[in-house]
Protein backbone atom coordinates (compact mmCIF):
# COMPACT_ATOMS: atom_id res chain seq x y z
CA UNK A 1 0.00 0.00 0.00
CA UNK A 2 2.86 2.55 0.90
CA UNK A 3 4.72 1.77 -2.12
CA UNK A 4 1.47 2.47 -4.36
CA UNK A 5 1.41 6.17 -2.40
CA UNK A 6 4.83 6.69 -3.15
CA UNK A 7 4.48 5.75 -6.63
CA UNK A 8 1.62 8.13 -6.94
CA UNK A 9 2.70 10.98 -5.28
CA UNK A 10 6.22 10.49 -7.40
CA UNK A 11 3.66 10.60 -10.42
CA UNK A 12 1.68 13.61 -9.62
CA UNK A 13 4.98 15.51 -8.75
CA UNK A 14 6.12 14.27 -12.45
CA UNK A 15 3.23 15.72 -13.91
CA UNK A 16 3.39 19.31 -12.45
CA UNK A 17 7.56 19.11 -13.37
CA UNK A 18 6.60 17.74 -16.97
CA UNK A 19 3.72 20.33 -17.74
CA UNK A 20 4.43 23.28 -15.52
CA UNK A 21 7.01 25.83 -13.93
CA UNK A 22 6.41 25.59 -11.04
CA UNK A 23 8.87 24.85 -8.20
CA UNK A 24 8.56 21.28 -7.56
CA UNK A 25 11.65 20.54 -4.97
CA UNK A 26 11.59 17.04 -5.59
CA UNK A 27 14.66 15.06 -7.50
CA UNK A 28 12.92 12.13 -9.63
CA UNK A 29 14.13 9.09 -12.14
CA UNK A 30 12.36 9.90 -14.86
CA UNK A 31 11.29 6.21 -16.61
CA UNK A 32 8.89 5.25 -19.23
CA UNK A 33 6.68 3.77 -16.35
CA UNK A 34 7.20 7.35 -14.38
CA UNK A 35 6.27 9.04 -17.71
CA UNK A 36 2.57 6.70 -17.77
CA UNK A 37 1.77 6.99 -14.18
CA UNK A 38 1.97 10.73 -14.24
CA UNK A 39 -0.81 11.21 -17.20
CA UNK A 40 -3.33 10.20 -14.25
CA UNK A 41 -2.59 13.73 -12.93
CA UNK A 42 -2.85 15.42 -16.21
CA UNK A 43 -6.52 17.11 -14.89
CA UNK A 44 -5.15 17.82 -11.30
CA UNK A 45 -2.36 19.82 -13.77
CA UNK A 46 -4.82 21.74 -15.51
CA UNK A 47 -7.13 22.50 -12.61
CA UNK A 48 -4.12 24.10 -10.06
CA UNK A 49 -3.19 25.62 -13.42
CA UNK A 50 -6.39 27.23 -14.15
CA UNK A 51 -7.07 28.49 -10.35
CA UNK A 52 -4.02 30.51 -10.19
CA UNK A 53 -5.03 31.98 -13.02
CA UNK A 54 -8.55 33.08 -12.35
CA UNK A 55 -7.63 33.89 -8.44
CA UNK A 56 -4.88 36.71 -10.64
CA UNK A 57 -7.89 37.67 -12.80
CA UNK A 58 -9.68 38.10 -9.42
CA UNK A 59 -6.81 40.02 -7.92
CA UNK A 60 -7.22 42.28 -11.34
CA UNK A 61 -11.04 42.87 -11.21
CA UNK A 62 -10.78 43.05 -7.86
CA UNK A 63 -12.59 45.86 -5.91
CA UNK A 64 -9.70 46.93 -3.89
CA UNK A 65 -7.53 48.13 -7.03
CA UNK A 66 -10.88 49.48 -8.67
CA UNK A 67 -11.76 51.80 -5.75
CA UNK A 68 -7.83 52.98 -5.47
CA UNK A 69 -7.98 53.70 -9.20
CA UNK A 70 -6.08 51.07 -10.21
CA UNK A 71 -8.23 48.80 -12.84
CA UNK A 72 -6.53 48.49 -15.80
CA UNK A 73 -9.46 47.29 -18.11
CA UNK A 74 -10.48 44.29 -19.52
CA UNK A 75 -7.60 44.19 -22.60
CA UNK A 76 -4.84 44.99 -20.55
CA UNK A 77 -5.98 42.04 -17.41
CA UNK A 78 -6.27 40.01 -20.27
CA UNK A 79 -3.18 40.45 -21.65
CA UNK A 80 -1.57 40.07 -17.93
CA UNK A 81 -3.21 36.88 -17.40
CA UNK A 82 -2.56 35.44 -20.75
CA UNK A 83 1.24 36.32 -19.73
CA UNK A 84 0.91 34.80 -16.47
CA UNK A 85 -0.75 31.39 -18.55
CA UNK A 86 2.20 30.98 -20.97
CA UNK A 87 4.84 31.83 -17.65
CA UNK A 88 3.14 29.03 -16.00
CA UNK A 89 3.76 25.92 -19.01
CA UNK A 90 6.87 27.61 -19.76
CA UNK A 91 5.69 28.10 -23.01
CA UNK A 92 6.00 23.97 -23.53
CA UNK A 93 2.37 23.39 -25.39
CA UNK A 94 2.64 26.79 -27.58
CA UNK A 95 6.35 25.83 -28.87
CA UNK A 96 4.48 22.47 -29.97
CA UNK A 97 2.01 23.85 -31.69
CA UNK A 98 4.57 26.34 -34.13
CA UNK A 99 6.87 22.91 -34.65
CA UNK A 100 3.64 21.16 -35.78
CA UNK A 101 2.44 24.18 -37.70
CA UNK A 102 5.86 24.32 -39.50
CA UNK A 103 5.63 20.71 -40.36
CA UNK A 104 1.73 20.03 -41.38
CA UNK A 105 1.75 23.87 -43.34
CA UNK A 106 4.53 23.05 -45.25
CA UNK A 107 2.91 20.91 -47.63
CA UNK A 108 5.66 18.32 -47.78
CA UNK A 109 6.08 14.23 -47.68
CA UNK A 110 5.13 13.26 -44.27
CA UNK A 111 8.70 12.06 -43.94
CA UNK A 112 9.93 15.96 -44.07
CA UNK A 113 6.99 17.09 -42.51
CA UNK A 114 8.30 15.13 -38.95
CA UNK A 115 11.90 16.41 -39.74
CA UNK A 116 10.75 20.02 -40.22
CA UNK A 117 9.08 19.49 -36.97
CA UNK A 118 12.09 18.23 -35.37
CA UNK A 119 14.11 21.35 -36.09
CA UNK A 120 14.64 23.95 -33.01
CA UNK A 121 14.16 26.81 -35.52
CA UNK A 122 10.95 28.21 -35.59
CA UNK A 123 9.70 28.82 -39.31
CA UNK A 124 6.90 31.68 -40.51
CA UNK A 125 4.14 29.19 -40.28
CA UNK A 126 4.92 28.42 -36.60
CA UNK A 127 5.10 32.14 -35.65
CA UNK A 128 1.79 32.86 -37.42
CA UNK A 129 0.04 30.17 -36.01
CA UNK A 130 1.08 31.19 -32.50
CA UNK A 131 0.01 34.96 -33.19
CA UNK A 132 -3.14 33.59 -34.46
CA UNK A 133 -3.97 31.14 -31.03
CA UNK A 134 -2.54 33.80 -28.73
CA UNK A 135 -4.83 36.85 -30.51
CA UNK A 136 -8.13 34.54 -29.88
CA UNK A 137 -6.95 33.90 -26.33
CA UNK A 138 -6.87 37.08 -25.69
CA UNK A 139 -9.74 38.29 -27.05
CA UNK A 140 -12.18 35.31 -25.44
CA UNK A 141 -10.14 36.10 -22.09
CA UNK A 142 -11.90 39.61 -22.49
CA UNK A 143 -15.53 37.99 -22.44
CA UNK A 144 -14.44 35.60 -19.43
CA UNK A 145 -13.39 38.77 -17.35
CA UNK A 146 -17.24 40.09 -17.68
CA UNK A 147 -18.87 37.40 -16.14
CA UNK A 148 -19.52 36.89 -12.50
CA UNK A 149 -16.59 36.89 -10.25
CA UNK A 150 -17.59 33.26 -9.02
CA UNK A 151 -18.27 31.93 -12.65
CA UNK A 152 -14.68 33.49 -14.06
CA UNK A 153 -12.67 32.02 -10.52
CA UNK A 154 -13.97 28.56 -11.09
CA UNK A 155 -15.27 27.44 -14.66
CA UNK A 156 -12.25 28.94 -16.57
CA UNK A 157 -9.98 26.08 -14.80
CA UNK A 158 -12.28 23.46 -16.43
CA UNK A 159 -10.50 25.09 -19.76
CA UNK A 160 -7.31 23.78 -18.70
CA UNK A 161 -8.26 20.56 -16.99
CA UNK A 162 -10.32 19.13 -20.12
CA UNK A 163 -7.85 20.11 -22.48
CA UNK A 164 -4.52 18.16 -20.67
CA UNK A 165 -7.42 15.05 -19.59
CA UNK A 166 -7.73 15.11 -23.79
CA UNK A 167 -3.96 15.12 -24.28
CA UNK A 168 -3.91 11.27 -22.72
CA UNK A 169 -6.62 10.68 -24.60
CA UNK A 170 -5.14 11.03 -27.83
CA UNK A 171 -1.59 9.39 -26.39
CA UNK A 172 -3.33 5.97 -25.97
CA UNK A 173 -5.27 5.97 -28.97
CA UNK A 174 -3.41 7.00 -31.56
CA UNK A 175 -0.19 5.67 -32.54
CA UNK A 176 3.55 7.49 -32.10
CA UNK A 177 4.15 8.87 -35.69
CA UNK A 178 8.06 8.30 -35.27
CA UNK A 179 8.08 4.81 -34.50
CA UNK A 180 11.13 3.15 -35.65
CA UNK A 181 12.89 6.17 -35.76
CA UNK A 182 16.20 5.99 -34.09
CA UNK A 183 15.89 9.47 -32.41
CA UNK A 184 12.57 8.96 -30.06
CA UNK A 185 11.01 12.25 -28.85
CA UNK A 186 9.43 12.87 -25.70
CA UNK A 187 6.04 11.84 -26.83
CA UNK A 188 7.49 7.74 -26.74
CA UNK A 189 8.02 7.91 -23.17
CA UNK A 190 4.26 7.56 -22.91
CA UNK A 191 3.72 4.82 -24.87
CA UNK A 192 2.12 1.56 -23.80
CA UNK A 193 -0.74 3.30 -21.70
CA UNK A 194 -3.23 0.99 -20.17
CA UNK A 195 -7.49 1.45 -20.26
CA UNK A 196 -6.88 1.87 -16.12
CA UNK A 197 -4.81 5.06 -17.05
CA UNK A 198 -7.89 6.30 -18.78
CA UNK A 199 -10.25 5.07 -16.71
CA UNK A 200 -8.34 6.86 -13.57
CA UNK A 201 -7.63 10.28 -15.27
CA UNK A 202 -11.12 10.13 -16.42
CA UNK A 203 -12.69 9.63 -13.30
CA UNK A 204 -10.35 12.64 -11.61
CA UNK A 205 -11.25 14.97 -14.48
CA UNK A 206 -15.00 14.28 -13.59
CA UNK A 207 -14.40 14.73 -9.73
CA UNK A 208 -12.82 17.88 -10.11
CA UNK A 209 -15.20 19.15 -13.09
CA UNK A 210 -18.40 18.70 -10.34
CA UNK A 211 -16.32 20.56 -7.46
CA UNK A 212 -15.50 23.42 -9.57
CA UNK A 213 -19.17 23.54 -10.52
CA UNK A 214 -19.54 23.19 -6.98
CA UNK A 215 -17.34 26.18 -5.89
CA UNK A 216 -18.98 28.03 -8.41
CA UNK A 217 -21.92 28.10 -6.77
CA UNK A 218 -23.66 25.32 -8.42
CA UNK A 219 -25.36 22.31 -7.10
CA UNK A 220 -22.82 19.15 -7.95
CA UNK A 221 -25.74 17.43 -9.92
CA UNK A 222 -28.09 20.57 -10.66
CA UNK A 223 -29.08 20.54 -14.25
CA UNK A 224 -26.54 23.46 -15.04
CA UNK A 225 -24.13 21.85 -13.30
CA UNK A 226 -24.55 18.55 -15.55
CA UNK A 227 -24.59 20.93 -18.62
CA UNK A 228 -21.48 22.52 -17.92
CA UNK A 229 -19.64 19.43 -17.44
CA UNK A 230 -21.18 17.91 -20.39
CA UNK A 231 -20.00 20.93 -22.53
CA UNK A 232 -16.57 20.46 -21.25
CA UNK A 233 -16.51 16.76 -22.03
CA UNK A 234 -18.37 16.54 -25.42
CA UNK A 235 -16.75 19.41 -26.74
CA UNK A 236 -13.02 18.74 -25.78
CA UNK A 237 -13.64 15.13 -27.44
CA UNK A 238 -15.57 16.24 -30.78
CA UNK A 239 -13.27 18.93 -30.92
CA UNK A 240 -10.41 16.72 -29.89
CA UNK A 241 -11.01 13.64 -32.21
CA UNK A 242 -11.49 16.07 -35.54
CA UNK A 243 -8.07 17.80 -34.70
CA UNK A 244 -6.09 14.18 -33.85
CA UNK A 245 -7.66 12.48 -37.30
CA UNK A 246 -6.78 15.70 -39.07
CA UNK A 247 -3.29 15.54 -37.33
CA UNK A 248 -2.63 11.86 -37.88
CA UNK A 249 -3.58 11.69 -41.26
CA UNK A 250 -0.89 13.99 -42.43
CA UNK A 251 1.95 12.36 -40.25
CA UNK A 252 1.16 9.11 -40.20
CA UNK A 253 0.29 9.01 -35.94
CA UNK A 254 0.91 11.90 -33.08
CA UNK A 255 3.96 12.83 -31.62
CA UNK A 256 4.87 15.30 -28.75
CA UNK A 257 4.77 18.38 -30.93
CA UNK A 258 1.17 17.58 -31.77
CA UNK A 259 0.21 17.02 -28.03
CA UNK A 260 0.69 20.36 -27.14
CA UNK A 261 -0.53 21.67 -30.70
CA UNK A 262 -3.79 19.82 -29.39
CA UNK A 263 -3.69 21.32 -26.09
CA UNK A 264 -3.50 25.13 -27.02
CA UNK A 265 -6.16 24.15 -29.94
CA UNK A 266 -8.38 22.78 -27.26
CA UNK A 267 -7.85 25.58 -24.86
CA UNK A 268 -9.10 28.20 -27.66
CA UNK A 269 -11.99 26.29 -28.40
CA UNK A 270 -13.18 25.31 -24.93
CA UNK A 271 -13.10 29.55 -23.84
CA UNK A 272 -15.45 29.80 -26.56
CA UNK A 273 -17.47 26.56 -25.64
CA UNK A 274 -17.68 26.93 -21.97
CA UNK A 275 -18.37 30.80 -22.22
CA UNK A 276 -21.49 30.39 -24.26
CA UNK A 277 -22.47 27.54 -21.78
CA UNK A 278 -21.90 29.60 -18.60
CA UNK A 279 -22.39 33.38 -19.41
Same mark, same amino acid.
Given at each position: ????????????????????????????????????????????? =????????????? *?????????????? =? @? @????????????????????????????? &???????????? &??????????????????????????????????????????????????????? &???????????? @????????? =?????????????? *??????????????? *?? *??????? @???? &??????????????????????????????????????????????
Amino acid at each position: MLDLVVKGLAGCAAAFQFLTRLPIPVKLDYTDSLFRRSVIFYPLV =GTVLGLLISFAGG *LLQGDLLLAAGLGL =G @S @SVNAALLLLLWVSLTGALHLDGLMDTADG &ILSHRPREQMLE &IMKDSRVGAMGVIACLLLLLVKWTLLQQWLTLPHHTFMFMLPLVLLWSRWYMVVA &IANWPYARQGQT @SRGIGSFFR =GLSVKHLIFHTLLA *LLLSFALVWLSGGGI *LS *LDGLLIV @SAAA &IGTVLSGVLISIYLSRKLGGLTGDTYGAMNELLEAALLLILYITVR
